[in-house]
């Protein structure tokens, strides 16, 4: 983590990314892509996600989330940053020049060999099914379903834990704190991701959000009761209701809004802590 020194009073405090542990180049040209940013707006034009907007331009990096190259040694040749995501990313090279993007998990150096395969050994990077990873080991970019690519545990410093073995099943615990089972045939990487210090950045002033594509918020309170159930009264007021509402009139914090008849429920064995 990079600290700057108070210069101005935005400066004070503010945090931000250490680049120096990351590799000196540009993106690989062949894994970048262009996408259209909606900006909070739907097919039909209109804002459909409030206080979205702006920010810097940014190419998306196509980063394989599956296990396209079985059984093929990579070599880690750089360690970049991605402005789509918390986590660092790394770049790999299979023997036939072929290149990839991948999550780079904490403590992934450059030069290391990876693999990706049924029963590869257990070191921080290497790809394999959840049926060979032994109990206790820390895993990340979990696959779901078999084949369909890694869709959980993805975020800067997040990792699951493989606590028990159930027959063809194994019970990861999620960095929520909720105990799931997960087929033994899902393929998942080793480790931890990268970046864990991302909880602890501050942006330190409202322009550097702006460039992340945040606009301003502005509080229920402060608004008229014909805009939010949160408006209205004389001065500072609370908001005035049991339980706080979102500016439709629908319950919000602490609601639950899983689907109660959604299949992979039987999966969860334990929910999360409140």
């Not at 000196?24 to 909070?40: F, I, Q």
């Not at 402060?222 to 159930?229: G, I, T």
Request: glycine share 10%; net charge positive.
């Amino acid at each position: 983590m990079k600290i700057y020194k108070p210069t101005t009073a935005a400066r004070r405090g503010m945090t931000g990314i250490d680049f120096s542990q990351l590799t000196r180049k540009s993106p690989e040209k062949s894994l970048l892509k262009y996408m259209k940013r909606d900006v909070g707006r739907g097919s039909s034009g209109r804002i459909t996600v409030r206080h979205k907007g702006g920010g810097v331009k940014k190419l998306y990096r196509i980063i394989e989330f599956s296990q396209t190259k079985m059984d093929l040694p990579a070599k880690v040749i750089a360690l970049e940053y991605d402005p789509n995501r918390t986590a660092f990313i790394a770049l790999i090279e299979y023997k036939n020049k072929e290149k990839q993007y991948i999550i780079a998990p904490q403590d992934l150096k450059v030069g290391q060999e990876i693999i990706f395969s049924e029963s590869a050994p257990l070191i921080p990077g290497n790809r394999v099914k959840l049926k060979n990873v032994s109990v206790g080991i820390s895993v990340y970019n979990i696959e779901l379903e078999p084949g369909k690519g890694g869709k959980i545990v993805r975020s800067a410093g997040s990792s699951a834990q493989v606590l028990a073995r159930a027959g063809d099943y194994l019970n990861l615990k999620m960095p929520s704190t909720e105990i799931r089972r997960f087929s033994g045939e899902c393929f998942a990487s080793i480790g931890m991701v990268s970046n864990p210090e991302n909880r602890f950045y501050r942006l330190g002033k409202a322009g550097k959000s702006r460039l992340k594509g945040r606009r301003p918020h502005v509080r229920g309170s402060a608004m008229n009761p014909v805009d939010h159930p949160h408006g209205g009264g004389e001065g500072k007021q609370p908001i005035g209701l049991k339980h706080p509402k979102t500016p439709w009139g629908k319950p919000a914090l602490g609601v639950k809004t899983r689907n109660k008849k959604k299949w992979s429920n039987k999966l969860i064995i334990q929910r999360r802590n409140k």
